[in-house]
């Protein structure tokens, strides 16, 4: 470990290892603040309609609501293991999803994003990269998928603050895979047919496995 010093009257370093709603902080707890007001909400599951339709669209920010479902999706995302958790997937059709995901740089990403927007690199500029991806709505399977190493989303906070949020390698294939959640499509739906009846396999094969890991994780949470 290396030391810093800091000069009397200066402010102290900033841990950039952790950056909250695209911001480094000085310092953050193993879990989200949110997750410990929150509540645990079933996770929906691939086939169920809510999925696979877009989301509206929130047009009304700084909600007691709005909160409400920010602190419960970190806490069921922590629950299920995730990194990322889209409000579709606890069954409410709106465009939001938080996220606690590293990247390839050990840096740790933390926050929510509202109404995202992607921009894509051009197809020129663009590298993919081909890695494994699971789903929370999809227990137990995990495919490999080609995305962007790269990406940028733009939307807003809880409060209607816009952000605009950079992600690269693992984090940004969360960014992508979230945002996909928005707009009704699931990892699935990049796979070949026969890929996907793979993936569907896994996921009957390892269900209740995931189900029970879950339910052992929220009562360590004391949720």
Not at 212 to 217: E, G, L, M, Q, Y
């Amino acid at each position: 470990m290396i030391a810093v010093s800091v000069r009397p009257g200066r402010p102290a370093p900033v841990d950039r290892r952790v950056r909250v709603q695209g911001e480094p902080v000085d310092g953050y707890p193993s879990l989200a603040p949110e997750a410990r007001r929150g509540s645990v909400r079933r996770i929906t599951e691939v086939g169920e309609e809510v999925l696979h339709r877009p989301c509206r669209e929130v047009t009304e920010f700084g909600t007691p609501e709005l909160a409400t479902l920010i602190d419960d999706l970190f806490l069921t995302m922590y629950v299920a293991d995730g990194c990322g958790l889209a409000a579709n997937q606890v069954g409410v059709a709106l465009r939001l999803f938080v996220y606690d995901c590293p990247d390839e740089s050990g840096v740790r990403h933390v926050g929510h994003l509202v109404n995202p927007v992607l921009d894509q690199p051009a197809p020129t500029a663009r590298h993919l990269l081909d890695d494994t991806e699971g789903c929370l709505s999809v227990p137990g399977a995990g495919m490999s998928v080609p995305r962007p190493d790269h990406t940028v989303a733009r939307g807003y906070d809880q409060h209607g603050n816009p952000l605009v949020i950079e992600g690269a390698d693992y984090f940004a294939r969360c960014l992508q895979h979230e945002t996909d959640h928005l707009y009704g499509h699931l990892y699935l739906d990049r796979l070949s047919k026969r890929d996907r009846r793979e993936a569907l396999r896994q996921m009957a094969d390892r269900r209740e496995e995931v189900f029970a890991r879950r339910a052992n994780k929220e009562a360590k949470l004391g949720r």
